[in-house]
């Protein structure tokens, strides 16, 4: 990548008035000053083939990027075999779907502690993303928001390390929520990325991939994302951060106001 791009997840608001599709969407979202949508694959993979094309077209004409979040019923830890492999076949149709669409980055949690300890956790979700098949697309695997799910910075980027095709989306949100509140100025946002940079290379910097929103969280973790300005999500220590580390990539907002935030983002990002 050669700049940092902004962007939301899943269809823009607008001003209530227009029901957008993936197509108009990413016109809207061009026209309006961003870069980027994250595609909702959560419960389905909404890229077939009787709208791929235009869908494809729209990105083209727009020079737009594109990711999707892949199924939220992934868990290559599950106690159950059979659902360790749907979880597999989940995520390739997914990879599949976004490739139609020459998208780049299929974001998905890769799995829950259940009643394994973490390193019988780790070795079993780094066993089957061993399995997935190099079709082109970055499989992207993200920080959670809760300690009793699968997912810290330093999990994540070890399966990184490990796995060529599997690349760290680090949600500095849920990081933020995982350590009750634990992100509050620029040093905590610095050393992640420096962990990143000494783990992974500067490589990895060029080519991040963030989400990034306000949040409500509890002693337990994330409960909710918030815009920016009703949380206590310090995001413009974050961008210093990512300013001074002079990161590329990607980043999507998950506020609920979407791309009022995304923007916000963008606008005091290039001010710096």
Known sequence: MDKLLFGISGLPIGDGSTKFTYKTGI???????????????????NITDKNKDEVLASKLENDFYLSAHGSYYINL??????????????????????????????????????????????NSIKENLSKLPNIGVDYRLETTGKG????????????C?????CKPCIDFSHVHARYNGSLKNYDDFAEILDYIKNELGYDALEDIHIHLSGIN?????????????????????????????????????????LEKDALLLKEYYYSL
Do not use: W
Not at 27 to 45: H, Q
Not at 148 to 159: D, K, Y
Not at 232 to 253: M, P, Q, R, V
């Open 27 to 45: 016109k809207y979202l061009n026209d309006i000053g961003l870069d980027a949508m994250e595609l909702p694959f959560v419960r389905s993979v």
């Open 77 to 122: 830890n599950a106690e159950e075999i059979e659902k360790q492999e749907k979880s597999m076949e989940r995520i390739v149709k997914g990879a599949e779907g976004l490739k139609k669409v020459q998208g780049r980055s299929l974001i998905f949690h890769p799995g829950f502690y259940l009643k394994s300890s973490k390193e019988e956790a780790f």
């Open 148 to 159: 009793t799910q699968f997912g810290s910075v330093e999990e994540i980027v070890a399966l």
């Open 161 to 165: 390390k490990e796995i060529t095709t």
């Open 217 to 257: 969280y509890s002693e337990e973790g994330e409960r909710n994302h918030l815009p920016f300005e009703e949380s206590d999500f310090n995001y413009i220590d974050c961008l210093k951060a990512f300013k001074t580390f002079d990161i590329k990539g990607c980043i999507i907002c998950e506020s609920p106001i």
